[in-house]
């Protein structure tokens, strides 16, 4: 299986910051790449597929890069909606596991 | 609206069988594969398999073989997931979640359903 490693675990930012957010994938993925957001109680918002589209209806401060093993999403100007945990998932094979997440809270 | 609704909470008692379903609305369920992803309180996402609607085939995590069976009835436009042999760990919040196809992630999410097992 391939292992999904976010980093870091939490993180706490103020609002109007820039964060940046980090997936490493065991092996290489290419670009089969995830990016989710998450509420507590609510389902998950899906943001970010193929590395680096977003998915409709998603603000554009939100954009991700990277292929091969090495991901990340960045939020510049952070808004209040966007504390949240965060998780990257791999879709290059199954079974298409998930990263931990990241824990964006209020500073 | 295109929307996945699922079917409300349940209560199982260990070694019981529960099953979950999951309606599609204002698509063709048969033009997107469905996946099950559970969420044990307080921790994160675990994909169990995914179901192609159009032909009925499935394929499921290696933790889940032998207890899980995913189903689709295209009549209904409903997917289904059953676990058997329910032990307390799989105490979780259980999403149904569709996906054009690998590259594409999961772009449309149930809403979630609980299953708790308690004696």
């Known amino acids: 299986d391939i292992q999904m490693t976010q980093s870091p675990s939490s993180l706490s930012a103020s609002v109007g910051d820039r964060v940046t957010l980090t997936c490493r994938a065991s092996?290489?993925?290419?670009?089969?790449l995830n990016w989710y957001q998450q509420k507590p109680g609510k389902a998950p918002k899906p943001l970010i597929y193929?590395?680096?589209t977003l998915q409709s209806g998603v603000p554009s401060r939100f954009s991700g890069s990277g292929s091969g093993t090495d991901f990340t999403l960045t939020i510049t100007s952070l808004q209040p909606e966007d504390f949240a945990t965060y998780y990257c998932?791999?879709?290059?094979?199954?079974?298409?596991?998930f990263g931990q997440g990241t824990r964006l809270e209020i500073k | 609206q295109v929307q996945l609704v699922q079917s409300g909470a349940e209560v199982k008692k260990p070694g019981a069988s529960v099953k979950v379903s999951c309606k599609a609305s204002?698509?063709?369920?048969?033009?997107?594969?469905m996946h099950w992803v559970r969420q044990a309180p307080g921790q994160g996402l675990e994909w169990m398999g995914i179901v192609n609607p159009s032909t009925g085939s499935t394929s499921y995590a290696q933790k889940f073989q032998g207890r899980v069976t995913m189903t689709r009835d295209t009549s209904t436009s409903t997917v289904s997931l059953e676990l058997s042999s329910l032990r307390s760990e799989d105490t979780a919040v259980y999403y149904c979640?569709?996906?054009?196809?690998?590259?594409?992630?999961?772009?449309?999410w149930g809403q979630g359903t609980l299953v708790t097992v308690s004696s």
């Open positions: 998932q791999q879709s290059y094979s199954t079974p298409y596991t």
């Open positions: 979640a569709r996906s054009e196809g690998g590259f594409w992630g999961f772009d449309l």
């Open positions: 204002a698509y063709t369920l048969t033009s997107y594969y």
């Open positions: 193929g590395a680096s």
């Open positions: 092996q290489s993925i290419s670009r089969y």
